[in-house]
Nanobody, 112 residues
Framework: VQLQASGGGLVQAGGSLRLSCAAS????????MAWYRQAPGKQRELVAS???????NYADSVKDRFAISRDILKKMVYLQMNSLKPEDTAVYYC???????WGQGTLVTVSS
């Protein structure tokens, strides 16, 4: 199983970024996929998830700003992040929920 996250970077407040997670070694469509983030000095927290049936769930702090999606054929999971805020600064990780498989993380820095 491999999860390769990419797409992080430096962006000004109010800007947008799209994170991508390339998945391999498992069947994407039958697993719940999720994005977590960890800010400096804070615990890792759930940002968004998408179930095998396509249902999505978001942390209150990102609702109406972030959108999780997947492309089963391409084996990709995405996190579209809009209206970014400095408090969104963190390392973002993709994962298969309820497993120990995690991507390597991609850093998102939002400047004020």
């Amino acid at each position: 199983v491999q999860l390769q996250a990419s797409g992080g970077g430096l962006v000004q407040a109010g800007g947008s970024l799209r994170l991508s997670c390339a998945a391999s070694g498992f069947i994407l469509s039958i697993n719940t996929m999720a994005w977590y983030r960890q800010a400096p000095g804070k615990q890792r927290e759930l940002v968004a998830s998408i179930s095998s049936g396509g249902s999505t769930n978001y942390a209150d702090s990102v609702k109406d700003r972030f959108a999780i999606s997947r492309d089963i054929l391409k084996k990709m999971v995405y996190l579209q992040m809009n209206s970014l805020k400095p408090e969104d600064t963190a390392v973002y990780y993709c994962t298969i929920e309820r497993t120990t498989y995690w991507g390597q993380g991609t850093l998102v820095t939002v400047s004020s």
